[in-house]
């Protein structure tokens, strides 16, 4: 049998701070690496409500900058919230956004950065590499452990009809990221349990991707599963814990360089549709998908669910079959022993609208094309049944 490796080219920011508190030090850690001085920090009511902005401001006035906030961000963000934030940035003359928050913050910060001195349109930038010419210095520091969006190439919108699209171009890709997971302890249990699914979802599905996989996000996905599957429930629980939170933060992160060159697939491609037609959030709707999803996949990913069996503390006995069904098993108690729902019908999704999500979810082709099955619209409605 032919071992030769397959070409491969892997991407991620260029410098990445793991500190604890390190935000409260946010100014002197950007002053020494930045001539910028004007900045929009954007972020959400949510992290304005939970304290964490003074001590990030403060520490970046005693350096010398200038901070204007853009706290209207709301989940899943709406193409006109970018908008919005883009007038404040030119109002306030910027030259550096920094994006401190979940996903959501994160991803309309970096679309800020790119955008405040292009030519090009919002619209002209969903799809993969369609964004053209250089943004301003941008920093990104996530509060929730999930989405791994500060180290990823990926900005998601909910669109003017209700869908979610994804826009991918190395612009999008930060200067810097903190992670201070001190930042994440008042992280409400549920969203904690939502977003490290996420992680752990972008973690199975770079790793069992059909197109991208290589031996570099193979490396990544197994040590983000490892490290989330060991400390997320703790997270859950203990929301105090931070040895959990320190290591659900790095496993969420390493799980986005993961899926930022290996890119996600189905149980993405079918949660967006609950996220833009339902609100529900994002990591929860991934949480919801996972397992039918998984069992679909079983045809072609079992070899692979069965090397990731033992990373995630399942048992095996080097049957492929057996450890693929294991590793299955092992995924719907962790998502349980989280707290999270999981069925449909529990988060008010109505029976009747699951035709619709199905034919929502055929639109996520630049997804479905990674999945290792191929999926039909009638494949998408029977896995919408099952998890109903
Ligand atoms: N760009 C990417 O690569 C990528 C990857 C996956 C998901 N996403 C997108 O990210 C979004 C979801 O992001 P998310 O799951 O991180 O949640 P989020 O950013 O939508 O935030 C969810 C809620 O949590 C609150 N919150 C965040 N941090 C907190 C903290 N430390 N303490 C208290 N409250 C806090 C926020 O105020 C908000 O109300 C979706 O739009 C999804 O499509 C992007
Ligand atoms: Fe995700």
């Known amino acids: 049998m032919n071992h030769v490796m397959k070409d491969f080219a892997f991407t991620t920011v260029a410098e990445i701070i793991v500190e604890w508190a390190g935000a409260a030090r946010l100014g002197a850690i950007l002053q020494p690496r930045f001539s910028a001085r004007r900045v929009l920090l954007v972020t959400d009511a949510g992290l304005v409500k939970a304290g964490i902005l003074p001590p990030v401001l403060h520490s970046l006035q005693d350096a010398g900058f200038q901070v204007t906030v853009y706290d209207r961000v709301q989940p899943d963000p709406h193409e006109r919230l970018v908008r919005e934030a883009l007038q404040v940035a030119h109002d306030s003359h910027c ?21 405040i001195n292009s030519e090009q349109d919002l619209p002209e930038l969903y799809g993969i590499g369609k964004v053209i010419g250089q943004r301003l210095p941008l920093v990104n520091i996530p509060t929730t452990a999930g989405t791994g969006s500060e180290v990823t190439n990926i900005s998601i919108l909910t669109t003017h009809d209700d869908s ?46 059909k197109h991208k996989k290589n031996p570099l996000s193979d490396a990544l996905a197994r040590e983000a599963l490892r490290l989330i599957s060991r400390h997320l429930v703790t997270a859950c629980r203990d929301g105090n814990n931070r040895e ?21 697939a189905a149980v993405h491609a079918l949660a967006y549709p609950l996220g833009a037609r339902h609100h529900i959030p994002h990591g929860l709707s991934n949480a919801l998908m996972l397992i039918p999803v998984l069992q679909f996949n079983v045809s072609a990913a079992a070899p692979l669910y069965g090397e990731l069996a033992a990373i995630i503390g399942a048992k095996v006995t080097g049957d492929v079959a057996n450890d693929a069904q294991s590793f299955i098993a092992a995924m719907v108690k962790i998502v349980a022993a989280t707290g999270a729902p999981n069925r449909l019908r529990d988060v008010d999704v109505p029976e009747k609208d699951l035709p619709l999500l199905a034919h929502d979810a055929m639109q996520q082709t630049r997804l479905l094309d990674n999945n290792p099955v191929t999926l039909t619209e009638g494949d998408a409605l029977r896995l919408y049944q099952q998890a109903f």
């Not at 550096?96 to 910060?109: E, F, N, Q, R």
């Not at 992670?179 to 752990?200: F, N, R, Y």
């Open 95 to 115: 030259d550096m956004v920094i994006g401190l928050g979940g996903g959501s913050s994160l991803d309309v910060a970096k679309l800020v950065a790119v955008l």
């Open 244 to 264: 959990a939170r320190e290591n659900v933060l790095l496993g969420a992160m390493l799980a986005g360089q993961a899926f930022a060159n290996s890119p996600v």
């Open 164 to 209: 979610k699209m994804g826009i991918v171009s190395p612009q999008l890709y930060g200067d810097l990221v903190l992670l201070d997971a001190q930042l994440t302890l008042g992280l409400p249990p549920v969203h904690t349990a939502a977003a490290g699914i996420d992680a752990m979802v972008h973690a199975i599905e770079a790793y069992t991707g």
